[in-house]
């Protein structure tokens, strides 16, 4: 609903009246736009160069920060001349189609929409989340080439960011989120997205939403206090190497050729004034465009039993494991007994470069029609530039099968052509009734609420980098939810029964193993978000683990409500999340051993069970100890939670 309450400020005809008569070029100051708790501040000044600064609690946070549009030559936001200012509150009540947090979503929000001679349009919102802008044209041609969009950010102190740093544009955005001081990143380093910066204890997540038809947005350095932000150009000429690797031998120097009257992404500075308040911060849903599917019944998230992590790897039967027919009805037998509701066939299914001809061994159909019988999906794995190439006739054979979707690897690309190929791909796996999980770069994670059929995204180094290095160490998995997931679900595939301490780990490509103990992979899958969930471990290591299967096959994978509890990015996290009247609970940390508490005020009243998996009292030197318990709590309960080095606490609460 559109909120019935007057609008804050309105700057008066009388005033714009004179401005336009006289000629001047200056514009009257602009009244703040302010979020509807009062607490941000958003200041738009329209004089020489359209800048805005931004204050949270009447601490400044950005100053002077700028914003332009090259298009056709001409940069809109150098001189402008204003010609409407048009303030609007917005409060509504939204629900997802697929709940990665909850059932329920507020959209609450304060805008100020500037129209702008020449065609150009600024929008402002503020929300109690944070802030955001986003570009509007209306122009006469009908198709103009972008040559820059600025983005300028001004902090107003030497802070320092998470700084996922990448070597180029060509990348699947797997990148460690390390802190950097602002003032050592020069215009030379880049950064995918999301970068979080500490303004002082302020956190500022920067992120971008309805991205079509346009590059996405990256960051650089500007070796002082500020950001820049910047784009991949568009591709003029391609080389594509093996089966993947498609990258960009000649570019151009615009980069976008799109409709001169459309509206652009939004930029997006979330604001947290505690760490945990990035885990619950939906901006980047909010501002992405609403659903295109029409009937969304048919989408159902689940769990995958996964094939690839564990490179296959079942032992104790009577057939020889590997990429064959009878390794994925073992596959599906296992899911059917937990309750899964997938398995995938990842690579190896079909002779690469050929989507149509299965591997000799592989008789996916009878796969499929097995899966059938056993009430599991089967997703099949793609590289992205086979299935570009022959797209519909390949999503129409998979519809044949009986696929339930598919997996999409290796773009390593986010510009326009790239892009549209998100799009693309989840508007025809659509028509046909198949979900997506992209893998091989990040900006696609923003498109969840678009394409509710697209599940998950990758753009996260994960559990995989197990098996070739050390990198995926519980600090990493500490970091993660503060600022990857913040753009929306990750493919990070936890769920592995061989885990190590930090003295104990090596990494093993086709036996791998986790960092950290038993109790902090339990408690990803809580701590995580990702609608299609991934049980990286082989089905037999599984089935040699009672008490860890209890807990997998109970976990959702999709939330009505979430609680985060606690959390200080890269140490540790304490989050809860709701599943009808299930609560489930998990906590990890770094290699650092601590105890947190659990308050379990945020249940309703009457009394609950309660069973946990807690590390046991070796997990310090046996990363596999743990303990499993059951006692009945209420919500006065109060729990101290001992967490071992790189330990974790998962539990799962349920009414007597």
């Known amino acids: 609903m559109i909120s019935p309450r007057p609008a804050r400020f309105r700057i008066p005809p009388a005033v714009l009246f004179l401005l336009l008569l006289t000629g001047l070029r200056s514009a009257p100051a602009l009244p703040p736009l302010t979020s509807p708790d009062g607490t941000i501040t958003v200041q738009v000044q329209t ?20 914003l332009s549009l090259t298009v056709d030559g ?19 009540l939204l629900r997802p189609d697929v709940r990665q947090k909850a059932a329920e979503i507020r959209e609450h929000y304060n805008e100020l929409r500037l129209d702008f001679e020449g065609g150009f349009v600024v929008t402002f919102r ?15 041609a009908a198709e103009v080439k972008v040559f820059a969009e600025e983005v300028g950010l001004n902090f107003t102190g030497s802070h320092f960011a998470w700084f ?7 990348s699947h955005n797997e990148r460690l989120f390390l802190p950097r001081a602002l003032g050592d990143l020069a215009p030379q380093n880049l950064a995918s997205l999301p970068i979080v910066v500490d303004a002082n204890g302020l956190k500022v997540a920067l992120a971008e939403s309805d991205l079509e038809d346009y590059p996405g947005l990256w960051f650089t350095g500007t070796g002082g206090n500020g950001l820049a932000g910047t784009h991949p150009p568009v591709a003029l000429k391609e080389e594509l190497t093996g089966d993947r690797d498609f990258r960009v031998t000649e570019a151009a120097g615009y980069i976008a050729v799109t409709k001169g009257t459309r509206t652009y992404p939004w930029r997006i500075l979330g604001l947290a004034r505690q760490d945990r308040d990035l885990l619950t911060n939906q901006l980047p849903w909010l501002l992405a465009a609403p659903s295109r599917i029409a009937d969304p019944s048919w989408i159902k998230p689940g769990k995958i039993a996964w094939d690839w992590w564990n490179a296959n790897n079942l032992h104790g039967v009577d057939f020889k494991a590997g990429v064959n027919t009878r390794t994925y009805e073992y596959f599906i037998d296992f899911a059917a007994a937990n309750g899964l509701e997938y398995i995938i066939l990842d690579e190896g299914w079909y002779q690469l470069g050929d989507l149509f001809t299965p591997a000799p061994d592989m008789d996916v159909p009878a796969i499929i029609d097995y899966g059938k019988k056993k009430g599991v999906g089967v997703i099949l794995w793609v590289v992205w530039k086979t299935l570009d190439d022959h797209l519909i006739p390949a999503l129409d054979l998979f519809q044949k099968w009986g696929v339930r979707g598919i997996k999409v690897d290796f773009m390593q690309r986010s510009d326009q052509a790239v892009i549209n190929f998100y799009h693309r791909v989840n508007r025809e796996a659509a028509a046909r009734h198949l979900l997506t999980d992209f893998h091989g770069a990040v900006h696609q994670a923003v498109l969840t609420r678009t394409w509710p059929n697209l599940m998950t995204n990758e753009g996260v180094r994960g559990l995989e980098w197990n098996k070739w290095s050390a990198h995926i160490t519980p600090e990493h998995d500490a970091t993660l939810p503060f600022t990857r997931q913040y753009l929306g679900p990750m493919d990070y595939t936890p769920g592995a029964t061989r885990n190590a301490n930090r003295d104990g780990f090596a990494w093993n490509h086709f036996r791998p193993r986790s960092q950290g103990t038993r109790c902090h992979q339990l408690a990803l899958y809580v701590v995580f978000e990702s609608p299609l969930q991934m049980l990286a471990d082989t089905p037999t290591n599984y089935e040699r683990e009672p008490a860890m299967m209890e807990f997998l096959r109970a976990v959702p994978s999709v939330w009505d409500e979430t609680r985060a509890l606690d959390g200080r990015i890269s140490d540790y996290v304490l989050t809860a999340r709701r599943s009808g009247r299930d609560w489930f609970v998990g906590a990890i940390t770094d290699w650092t051993a601590r105890e947190l508490e659990l308050d379990l005020s945020f249940l ?16 310090g030197t046996h990363a596999e100890d743990f303990k499993q318990a059951t006692q009945t709590v209420t919500n006065r309960t109060k729990l101290r939670l001992p967490l071992a080095e790189g330990g974790g606490w998962a539990a799962r609460i349920s009414p007597k």
């Open 47 to 66: 004089d020489k160069r359209l800048t805005y600064d931004v204050r949270h609690e009447d601490r400044p946070v950005l100053t002077a920060s700028t």
């Open 74 to 92: 001409v940069t809109f936001g150098h001189a402008p001349r204003l010609i409407a200012a048009t303030p609007r509150s917005h409060d509504a």
């Open 126 to 140: 503020a929300y109690n989340e944070g802030v955001a802008y986003r570009w509007e044209t209306t122009l006469p």
């Open 164 to 170: 996922p740093e990448e070597q180029s544009f060509y």
């Open 604 to 619: 309703p009243a009457g009394e609950f069970t309660l069973t946990e998996w807690r590390d046991g009292l070796n997990a």
